[in-house]
C-alpha cells in the first residue's frame, strides 16, 4: 500500500523560507516521477515542480527561482526548498507520485497523493 506523507507546512512573513517533505512508504520514490501541487482557497489545484526518474526538474513559472524540487533516496523521501515566499503562495500543498517516468505537471498524470500541509504566507 503507497502513503505518501507530507510535512514541514507553517506560517510565515513574506520573504521567508519552508522547507516541505513528502516521506514515501510502499513507493520507490527513485523508480518513478514525482511533483509537488498545491491548491489555494477558492483556486483549482496547480503543478508546482516536478523531478523525473533520473534527477531532471520542471517548475511553473511562477515558482522559478525561488522554490526547489529534490529527493533523498536513501530517505525515500521528496523535499520542497520553498524560498521568497509571497502571499499568494498560500495553499495547502500535496505530494504526487507518479507512474511514468518523465517530468509532468499534470495531475492526472499522477496516481498517489499525500493529504497536504498547509502553507500560510502573511504579508
Known amino acids: 500500500q503507497v502513503q505518501l506523507v507530507e510535512s514541514g507546512g507553517g506560517s510565515v512573513q513574506a520573504g521567508g523560507s519552508l522547507r516541505l517533505s513528502c516521506q514515501s512508504s510502499?513507493?520507490?520514490?527513485?523508480?518513478?516521477?514525482m511533483a509537488w501541487f498545491r491548491r489555494a482557497p477558492g483556486k483549482e489545484r496547480e503543478g508546482v515542480a516536478s523531478i523525473a526518474m533520473i534527477h531532471d526538474t520542471a517548475y511553473e513559472d511562477f515558482v522559478k527561482g525561488r522554490f526547489t524540487i529534490s529527493k533523498d533516496r536513501a530517505k525515500n523521501t521528496l523535499y520542497l526548498q520553498m524560498s521568497s515566499l509571497k502571499p499568494e503562495d498560500t495553499a495547502m500543498y500535496y505530494c504526487?507520485?507518479?507512474?511514468?517516468?518523465?517530468?509532468?505537471?499534470?495531475?492526472?498524470?499522477?496516481?498517489?497523493w499525500g493529504q497536504g500541509t498547509q502553507v500560510t504566507v502573511s504579508s
Open positions: 510502499g513507493y520507490i520514490i527513485n523508480r518513478r516521477a
Open positions: 504526487a507520485a507518479g507512474l511514468g517516468y518523465g517530468l509532468s505537471l499534470r495531475d492526472n498524470e499522477y496516481a498517489y
